[in-house]
Each structure stands twice: as C-alpha cells, then as structure tokens.
C-alpha cells in the first residue's frame, strides 16, 4: 500500500516520554499544512476507498477534544487505526488505553486540552528537536514536571490561550493565537519556586507510563488487578492477619475484587499500590504476590495528604437544570439549533446526563439539529448549482470557453463553499448544458 500520508513518527516512542495522540494528530496537521479537521477528514476518506485497510470504520465527529481520544474506545482505536495505517508508524501507546483495559471508570483523570512544561519545550528547541505535548502531562495526577520541578501550564501565559484551537497554523511551541512562544512562564520556574521531590504524587503514574512503554500493552493479562488482589488475600488469609489486609483500602472494595472479579479505578488502584510499595505495573499484571513476599504486615506506607482527601461529587438541582434546558431549547426556535453535545457543555453537564435524566428533550434536541443541518446542507447543494449554472449561462464571458477549473476556482472565491460539494455542481451543470 502507498502511505497517503508523511511517514511522520511519534516523538519519544518506547519512553515516560511519549508525545500523546492530541499533539501527534496536530503536529501532523501543521507539517501537512493543513487545519487538523480537514487531515482527519481526508485520512478517513482514504481508507474507507484503500481495499487493503483491515482496520475500523467510525464517523468522525466535527470536532475531537483532546481528552475523548486519549481513553480506550471506539473513535480513538479508530484514529489509531487510520494514522498507523497512512503513515506507516506506530502509534499504539501514544494514548491512555490502561484507564479503560486495565481500570474501571476513572473520572477527571484526564485533563481537558494541552498541559505543557514551559522548560521542557525550550531544551526540545535547544537540541534542535521538534516541540510536542506528553502524553504524561495529560494525566491529572501529573501536576509538576518532574525534570524541572516547575508547575505544568494549561494556557499561553501572554494570551490564555488553550491551544486546542483546530487551525494549526503554527508549530506547537508557538501560541496558535498571539503568536509568541509557549515556553515563557511568567512565575520563574527556577529553584526558589521548585516544588520538592518528595512532594511529587504523581511518580506513580509516571512510572507506569514508563512501564507500559517498555513491556507493552500486550503484556498485561486479563483481569491482572483482580489477580494481584487475589493472591494477596490468600497471602494474608494464610498469615490468619486478614484484619491487616483489609487496612489497605475499604474492606467492601477488596472484597469486591477479590470474590466478585470487580475492577478498581485508578485512583483506588494508586492508594492500593502505594500502600504495598509495588508499582502500579506490577499490581495490575497480576504480579503484586511475587514483588512483596517478605513485606512486613505492619510495614504499610501511610496515604499522602492528597490521597486523603475525599472526592467531592456534585450534587445538581434536576429540576433547575430541566428549566434551563427547556429555556435554552426555546430560545432555538428561531435561530440555529444547538447540538446536544453544545448544549450539555452550555448548561455544565454532561452529555451522558442529559441522555439519562432527559431522554424526551433529548430526542427533541438531536431530531432538530439534525434536520437544521439536512435543510443548511440542501442550501448548499442548491446554491452552488444555482451559482454553476449561472456561470455557465453568463454572457459576461462572451464567446471565450467556460473552464471548469476556472468556475471552481470562482466560485470557490465568492461563496465559500467546500470542494466536493462545488465540484459535484459544477460537474453537474458542465454536462446539462453539453
């Protein structure tokens, strides 16, 4: 098969180093010179017409953000799949898959948009090489770079801007809005504000990003947490210290594990690993009996604070919540339509919560985006063959001959429109007036 696409490799590949799926796809973008949609656009194009792709199919979203395709599902298996497929590379841990393989759900472990390390990205242009966004530095855990010690920035400190804009007209260490380099920090980063090693808590998961590059995905087994938790049950049911074991986390999680084949979530995961002094690799491969055979009982590491603190869950009003939506889907009457997806992130939800708490208006939100679009892309169908005709028609031209190549380049000018659906028209109308 030709590669469609520049053989562009992942940066870090096989290190704690790895560049993340997000920066891949957008680095992609700007040395193809092309916006990012349209490069998602034309590489789902390609394969559903290249006989030989044996990957997954899925339709791509208008728009991705950064934290849905960095989890184990379907649309960034998908991308997977059709960038290792164009290119010729492997991209196979340039995402966070163990959260959804090897966890169960873990909320708010993803951060939303571009994290980076100010001094991090100035040392990758000192060595000539070319700047891009880790995929540790999405993890929330993750809060400082742990090379520098300095806090992991989430906006332009000149601009505020996030830098997820999908017009990548810029390389990734320049601000994609004021245009300055993202490398500047406004708060030195030097060894007056150097946070302590000892207060990094995010070393665990470093470590097993580290891990997962050198052993692969491929090599954790099936169900391995429920293996670990259950050989140590039986380690310490033997000791007859059982009461000791269930120290490490709540009784009731343990027992869910290691009886009913329960998984954990990564925050769960973290505090059970840390307790035992194993790493997170070793407790979810099924090997934690074999790293702490002589682990004293009473030798338990105590919680850091920030494991300490309990997780805040968001109690919402639903009746207040269904009166803003009927208000927001009244106001749309006249004007454009918002998608369900704009509409959960204009009331602060989710759009899983709408679906559960509302599914009526939910069914009425999709049903009439969906049509605002038939009808906005019937409009386009009809103005392009209007404005083909047109100039086919026109004596503006006189006797000179009316080339197609002249009429997309025209019309492409005056209305804007995309590529397919004015060469389609054109085409059209060249052949109605033959």
């Not at 979530?265 to 973290?270: F, Q, S, T, V």
Request: glycine share 6%; charged share 25%.
């Amino acid at each position: 098969m030709k590669v469609k696409l520049f053989p562009i490799p992942a940066r870090g590949s096989g290190t704690a180093e790895i560049e993340s799926l997000p920066s891949y796809i957008h680095r992609a973008a700007h040395q193809h010179g092309i916006f990012v949609g349209e490069l998602i656009r034309f590489a789902g194009r390609q394969v559903r017409r290249d006989s030989s792709y044996q990957g997954r199919l899925e339709n791509t979203p208008t728009y991705l953000q950064n934290h849905e395709i960095l989890r184990s599902n379907k649309l960034s298996d998908y991308l997977i799949d059709v960038f290792e497929h164009l290119t010729g590379q492997t991209l196979s841990g340039t995402y966070a898959s163990v959260l959804s393989k090897a966890f169960t759900r873990s909320s708010h472990e993803i951060v939303h948009g571009f994290r980076w390390c100010p001094e991090c990205i100035d040392e990758m242009l000192a060595l000539g090489e070319e700047p891009y966004f880790k995929l540790s530095w999405h993890f929330r855990a993750l809060s400082v770079c742990p090379i520098h010690r300095g806090e992991l920035l989430q906006a332009c400190d000149h601009c505020g801007c996030k830098q997820t804009s999908y017009r990548r007209i810029k390389p990734l260490n320049v601000c994609q809005d004021c245009g300055k380099p993202i490398s500047y920090r406004k708060a030195s980063g030097g060894s007056k504000n150097a946070i302590p090693t000892w207060m990094h808590t995010g070393r665990d998961v470093l470590q097993l990003v580290s891990d997962l590059q050198r052993y692969g995905y491929s090599s954790l087994p099936e169900n391995g947490l429920v293996t670990s938790v259950s050989q140590l049950f039986d380690h310490y049911w033997r000791l007859d210290k059982e009461d000791k074991f269930y120290e490490l986390l709540s009784r009731d999680k343990l027992l869910s594990v290691a009886h009913c084949g329960h998984s954990l979530c990564l925050n769960d995961a973290r505090k059970l690993s840390f307790r035992l002094g194993i790493s997170l690799y070793d407790l979810i491969s099924g090997n934690a009996a074999n790293t702490t055979p002589l682990l004293g009982i009473d030798d338990y590491c105590p919680f850091p604070d920030s494991f300490r603190s309990p997780v805040r869950r968001e109690v919402r009003d639903h009746g207040a919540i269904l009166l803003k939506l009927k208000a927001l889907n009244a106001s749309d009457q006249d004007n454009e339509p918002l998608s369900l997806k704009a509409t959960a992130r204009r009331l602060g939800v989710s759009v899983g919560y709408l679906e559960y708490r509302f599914p009526i208006q939910v069914n009425e939100i999709t049903a009439r985006y969906k049509h605002f679009k038939q009808v906005e892309h019937l409009g386009k169908l009809y103005l392009a063959q209007r404005r083909s005709l047109e100039y086919f028609l026109s004596e503006s031209e006189g006797n000179a001959p009316k080339s197609r190549k002249q009429a997309y380049r025209l019309l492409k000018e005056e209305t804007g429109l995309p590529k397919w659906v004015l060469k389609k028209a054109i085409q059209r109308a060249y052949l109605a007036l033959l």
